[in-house]
């Protein structure tokens, strides 16, 4: 009885490695490192795809504001106007003349 249970130990703990070993093995495939590049390429677009979601409702937010603002017939509230001199021209501090107009 004895050893009827510690064959039936061994073979349950024989087919778990095997099946790990045939996992790991199918993993290293051709097959099974474009499964996983596919993954995490599929990941990485979602990732993106919700980034640039967040920027756009974002961006209909402020929009809204600046119509909202506009309608009220208030100044357009420019964030970085004081780091300006003039409109037009940008930071003169911090870009060289030929790319200022």
């Known amino acids: 009885m004895r050893r009827l249970f510690w064959l039936g130990i061994g073979l349950a703990v024989g087919v778990l490695v095997v099946r790990k070993a045939t996992r790991t093995a199918q993993a290293y495939t051709p097959a099974?490192?474009?499964?996983?590049?596919?993954?995490?390429?599929?990941?990485?677009?979602?990732?993106?795809?919700?980034?640039?979601?967040?920027?756009?409702?974002?961006?209909?937010?402020?929009?809204?504001?600046?119509?909202?603002?506009?309608?009220?017939?208030?100044?357009?509230?420019?964030h970085v106007a004081d780091l300006r001199e003039e409109p037009h021209t940008g930071d003169r501090e911090n870009f060289p003349e030929e790319y200022q107009r």
Request: a negative charge.
């Open 32 to 78: 099974g490192i474009a499964g996983g590049l596919s993954e995490s390429a599929g990941g990485l677009v979602e990732s993106v795809r919700s980034f640039v979601s967040d920027v756009r409702i974002g961006m209909a937010e402020r929009e809204q504001e600046i119509y909202e603002a506009f309608a009220r017939g208030e100044a357009y509230d420019d």
